[in-house]
């Protein structure tokens, strides 16, 4: 008699290919692919309470679709593999930023803050950008771009350490007309250099705006991210598909007047129901 090998779950854990990889046990949502590239709408938005697994279906997606990464083996026996969209399994560029850590007491720094984020991304595609020919428009944006959020003083001590990042903001403020189009500007330089429209993945996109309220400063804080986003996510040629999850749609912001094509599944809509969260034959299965 085969005694099935006993799996862990994965307590804390919400990296996808950190679960596949380490054999956790993992509830398929991977149709969640399926459902998104059916719809084919521009940009979606997601909104669920905490601990709903939305970071978990984000990096999910990303591993799935992110051209430059080898995921046939972590999807292997998935659901998604089944369907007529396997064949997409890492064939378009992925911007994928996590912005639930994003936090500052003033305006300059949580953008400051958002900068740093995209830096990761901009690091990232860096070395594959590395060889073109950076006098293109297209490239020249990028890599501009790049070199102000690169500005990064080495620290000596923990005093030195304050004062870097206090450089860092001013810095930034300097430059904010870059940092509110650098979304624009990584879509246009992925588009031109693979010459497929690239997927932007946004987790946790309200966790700025809830911050910049509890801290009394959501207003002006607005102004710079409703541009960061619009930019980005409204008639931008460049852009394939996008996916924004957070906990709710903030009510009675400007960004929204401006942000008007997105579509938005709450947890009452039916679409995306069984992809967030447990259903009660998964519970019962476990």
Do not use: W
Request: hydrophobic letters at 40%; aromatic letters at 12%.
């Amino acid at each position: 008699m085969t005694t099935k090998t006993k799996q862990t779950l994965a307590i804390g854990q919400d990296d996808f290919r950190k679960i596949r990889e380490q054999g956790k046990y993992y509830v398929d949502k991977t149709l969640l692919i399926q459902e998104f590239l059916s719809y084919a709408n521009e940009v979606t938005l997601i909104t669920r309470p905490r601990r709903f697994g939305k970071t978990l279906n984000m990096t999910m997606i990303r591993d799935f679709f992110d051209k430059n990464a080898e995921s046939q083996a972590i999807f292997a026996g998935l659901a998604i593999m089944e369907t007529e969209y396997a064949k997409l399994i890492n064939t378009i560029p992925v911007i994928s930023l996590s912005l639930k850590s994003c936090s500052g007491e003033t305006p300059e720094k949580m953008e400051a803050s958002i900068a740093e984020e995209i830096f990761k991304e901009y690091k990232k595609y860096a070395k594959v950008l590395s060889a073109v020919d950076k006098s293109d428009g297209s490239y020249l944006r990028f890599f501009q771009t790049l070199e102000i959020l690169r500005y990064a003083p080495p620290a000596t001590d923990k005093q030195q350490a304050e004062k870097d990042k206090l450089s860092f903001i001013e810095h930034i403020q300097k430059n904010i007309t870059h940092i509110e189009n650098s979304l624009a500007y990584l879509l246009e330089a992925l588009y031109t250099f693979y010459g497929v429209r690239p997927i932007l993945l946004i987790d946790e996109y309200d966790n700025p705006i809830i911050e910049a309220h509890i801290s009394g400063f959501r207003e002006k804080f607005t102004r710079f991210y409703s541009t960061f986003l619009t930019v980005a996510l409204k008639s931008n040629q460049h852009l394939g598909q996008a996916i924004l999850t957070g906990i709710q749609r903030v009510a009675k912001e400007s960004i929204f007047s401006k942000l008007n094509n997105l579509v938005v599944y709450t947890t009452l809509s039916r679409h995306y129901s069984a992809y967030f969260g447990l259903t009660e034959a998964e519970t019962s299965s476990c």
